[in-house]
């Protein structure tokens, strides 16, 4: 469903995108999950349309997103990092805009409109003001405007960034429901529980190239399955063990704290450098 050959991108001398090799297949939630800096945006940015490549291809439902723009635009719906709804206007009044731009009957959009409203929990908000939401009802309208058109693809930038943990839940059961009745999310994040809870494959991006990509457990699978940590004057270190026996013998004997091993750790050591300042 999303496609991406050797897919660079420099501004000026800064080489934001290397050559990003990857093939979403239909109906997968896909992560990216890097730094910030890393060129997870910058990849979204590129694949819907609002900045232009360097080098490479890339395809979106089989369409190429140079020659064949129109239609691999029909193909998504984008959710952006910053909610660019009008906060004077309603929640109906701002997606109903959104669905005459996609050229949508007005009876198709108000039939569409209600369905969406239902299905993210908001069918009372309906003729609430923009301005009188809070952050995370405000990023569900974002949600719901983004599958007006019925894409088979939907990119979400940072969905859950500036949301406190509740809430952030609530997004992530939205976001798995969404996957669950067949759309293709492609989803960038540096939040590593995000990634480790919602998607299939992540791909750990850092300084603009793909540096690993698998399943979450094959990922922490390659580090062991517990940890170890030791707060040092030097820092936090951290020991992995493949077994518990092993770990909790070693704990025995120090103190330190044993856990799980999680994707931070996976990233730590392929990178020597961690996800979440
Ligand atoms: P991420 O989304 O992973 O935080 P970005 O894609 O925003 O990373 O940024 C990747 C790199 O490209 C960074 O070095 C950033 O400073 C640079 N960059 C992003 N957007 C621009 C821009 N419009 N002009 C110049 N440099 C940019």
Redesign the pocket.
């Known amino acids: 469903m999303i496609s991406i050959k050797n897919l660079k991108k420099a501004?000026?001398t800064?080489n934001?995108l290397t050559g990003i090799n990857l093939t979403v297949p239909a109906g997968e939630l896909f992560a990216y999950l890097?730094p910030?800096?890393?060129?997870?945006?910058?990849?979204i940015r590129i694949l819907t349309g609002l900045t232009k490549m360097t080098d490479g291809q890339a395809s979106l439902g089989g369409f190429d997103i140079e020659t064949e723009a129109i239609a691999a635009k029909r193909q998504f719906g984008v959710v952006h990092q910053y909610v660019n709804l009008d906060q004077e206007l309603t929640v109906f009044e701002n997606l109903d805009i959104h669905g005459q731009l996609f050229g949508m009957s007005k009876d198709m959009r108000k039939a569409k409109i209600e369905e969406l409203l239902a299905y993210i929990e908001m069918a009372d908000r309906a003729d609430t003001l923009i301005k009188e939401l809070s952050g995370g009802l405000k990023r569900r309208v974002t949600i719901a405007r983004a599958l007006l058109h019925e894409p088979s693809i939907l990119f979400l930038d940072e969905p859950t960034v500036g949301l406190d943990a509740a809430i952030r839940r609530r997004i992530w059961a939205l976001i798995k429901k969404i996957q669950q009745q067949g759309t293709t999310i492609f989803l960038?994040t540096h939040h590593i529980e995000e990634a480790e809870f919602l998607a299939h494959r992540v791909a750990f991006?850092d300084e603009?190239r793909i540096v690993a990509l698998d399943s979450p457990a094959r990922l922490m699978a390659g580090v062991g399955t517990w940890a170890i940590d030791q707060l040092k004057d030097s820092g936090m270190e951290t020991r992995y063990f493949k077994d518990r026996e092993q770990a909790a013998a070693f704990q025995a004997e120090d103190g330190f704290t044993l856990r799980r091993v999680n994707l931070e750790d996976a990233f730590l050591s392929l990178t020597g450098k961690k996800v979440q300042a």
């Open positions: 501004y000026g800064n934001a890097g910030n800096g890393a060129g997870k945006s910058t990849t960038t991006l603009g």
